[in-house]
């Protein structure tokens, strides 16, 4: 009984070492792939905060007429990206995307 018990602890022994070792071995393939980190770009965009009075500036961002798109609620800001695309931001979401420039 007590060799069978022995026996066993050395194939369990065996096994775990073999498999640790075959992990050991993966894990080096993986960090010797193609896979590669990028960095989002930053990109400089233009914002207007809605105030409740500059409807006027907000549809000249937009460059629309002030009948032809929703007002956004207010203190919601309205952001521009470099390619034109026009996205609302609530203003704990823009403080938390986004950062001053100059």
């Known amino acids: ?3 069978k018990l022995i026996m066993v602890a050395i194939i369990t022994m065996i096994v775990v070492t073999t498999t ?4 050991r071995r993966l894990k080096n393939k993986k960090m010797k792939s193609n896979l ?3 960095r989002k770009r930053p990109e400089v965009i233009q914002a207007l905060q809605y105030d409740g009075k500059n ?3 907000i ?3 937009m460059k629309v007429d002030v ?3 929703m007002i956004p609620s207010l203190n919601e800001y309205i952001v521009k990206y470099s390619d034109g695309v026009l996205e609302i931001f609530t203003e704990q ?3 938390k ?3 001053k420039v100059g």
């Open 67 to 69: 009948d032809s798109f």
């Open 1 to 3: 009984m007590v060799v």
């Open 59 to 61: 549809a000249s961002l």
């Open 97 to 99: 995307t986004f950062e």
């Open 36 to 38: 590669k980190f990028y």
């Open 93 to 95: 979401a823009f403080n």
């Open 20 to 23: 640790l070792k075959t992990k």
């Open 55 to 57: 409807i006027n500036e």
